[in-house]
């Protein structure tokens, strides 16, 4: 898989080509603040190599699923979600997938309904 995808907003963003409310970034993870917030906490978690989508993982992604995941708990406590958050990836276009760059959304601060969607 290439590490980076030129067409990709979120590739650009992570090559620092459009600019972003970063909160967090290392050699594999990168996380900023959503420009359309649905919720009081927003964040976009997402891998620095381009993977289109959570379908596309494999089996040797397992470290870099790990990091987002460890990342994402971190930033939730951060942001005081003690009360809880929700982590949200869509899949494909029918699931409201707007970016082919795998994220995920960090969502709090406020009570979430269910079913979403």
């Keep these: 898989m290439d590490d980076r995808d030129p067409e990709c907003l979120f590739c650009r963003i992570v090559a620092g080509e459009i600019p972003s409310d970063r909160v967090h970034e ?9 420009i359309n ?17 959570a379908h596309a993982l494999g089996a040797a992604d397992g470290p ?3 990091r987002l995941f460890e ?18 990836t869509n899949v494909g276009p029918d699931a409201g997938q707007t ?3 795998l994220h995920f959304h960090l969502l709090g ?4 309904g269910w079913p979403p969607g």
């Design 26 to 34: 290392d050699d594999d993870v990168v996380a900023f603040r959503d």
């Design 37 to 53: 917030p649905q919720a009081p906490t927003h964040v976009l978690v997402i891998p620095r190599r381009h993977i289109p989508d």
């Design 64 to 66: 870099i699923l790990a």
């Design 71 to 88: 990342v994402t708990s971190r930033l939730a406590d951060e942001a005081g979600l003690a009360n809880g958050y929700r982590v949200v």
């Design 99 to 101: 970016v082919f760059h």
């Design 109 to 112: 601060g406020r009570t979430m």
